[in-house]
């Protein structure tokens, strides 16, 4: 197939459209990986070129091809208990603070990795009596394909890599003949975990309140005033005393709140 040109313009466009909808920073050096992602797709519609693709994506009443777009340019790579240190810094500190009740979001859900896995470690610290039987994980993510992905809860296996023997046979079901290779989270797994969409540039008041939030992996993708913006939004929904992870690459906490740090990447509000 033959690369369609994306004029500096057109590019203009789409970055201005990218960051001012979802906050994404497509830097100057991203144009050839805009046209690489965007291009096959331009082509499979049958489009002339960039342009027209770009006035098909704004005239779209409906939005779809506009989710499409943000699909293809956002990066949605995660997998189970990535980090590792976080889900221990959360069993040590609740381990302490033993709560009755606990709500848990996953801010940049993507395909529910980590929803899933957080909500594995608080069904057994559930059964352990070291939290209450009142838990429950949030998911939340601005593209509705990793969304729909999430609430079926159905992940290669490779994506369970760093999931303990222990955990698989507790939480998940095992693909057979056609679904081999394919691994199932438990019903009663998915009965405390659900998705929605949310646009972290928008207000999300409407999640409620937490006692701990992961934002991990997500700010490296937003310029430096759209990262100090949505710390200090989703920090609002974080409760006094609240735990707060970003990916531990992500360097510092851009916002006015206090935060005292507990190891990198993690927090607790003050
Ligand atoms: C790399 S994944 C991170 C997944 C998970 N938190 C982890 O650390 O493994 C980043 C996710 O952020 C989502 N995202 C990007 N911009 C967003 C925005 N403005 N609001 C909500 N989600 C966004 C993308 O759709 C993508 O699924």
């Not at 949605?76 to 609740?94: G, N, S």
């Amino acid at each position: 197939m033959q690369e369609l040109p994306l004029s500096e313009q057109v590019f203009a466009q789409i970055r201005g459209l990218m960051h001012e909808s979802i906050g994404l920073d497509l830097a100057p050096h991203k144009r050839t990986l805009v046209s690489a992602r965007l291009g096959p797709r331009i082509q499979r519609l049958g489009l002339r070129d960039f342009d027209a693709y770009l006035h098909r994506v704004c005239s779209d009443s409906g939005g779809g091809e506009f989710q499409m777009m943000v699909d293809l340019l956002t990066t949605h790579e995660t997998y189970f208990f990535r980090e590792p240190r976080h889900f221990d810094v959360m069993e040590a500190e609740l381990s302490e603070r033993r709560p009755a009740s606990l709500r848990v979001w996953s801010a940049a859900s993507s395909f529910g990795d980590e929803a899933y896995s957080l909500a594995m470690l608080l069904s057994e610290l559930a059964a352990r009596r070291v939290i209450g039987r009142e838990w429950s994980v949030l998911g939340t993510d601005i593209s509705e394909r990793v969304l729909r992905s999430a609430i079926e809860g159905v992940y290669p296996a490779d994506r369970l890599r760093h999931v303990s023997e222990e955990r698989l046979k507790r939480h998940c079901l095992q693909g057979h003949g056609e679904s081999e290779g394919l691994v199932a989270m438990r019903p009663d797994l998915k009965a405390r975990v659900s998705f929605g969409q949310a646009n972290l540039c928008h207000s999300v008041q409407g999640v409620g309140l937490f006692d701990v939030v992961f934002l991990r992996n997500v700010l490296i993708y937003f310029d430096g005033p759209t990262k100090t913006e949505v710390v200090e939004r989703v920090l609002a929904q974080l409760k006094p005393g609240g735990l707060f992870f970003i990916g531990s690459a992500e360097g510092r906490v851009p916002c006015a709140a206090s935060l005292v740090p507990i190891t990198p990447g993690a927090f607790r509000k003050a």
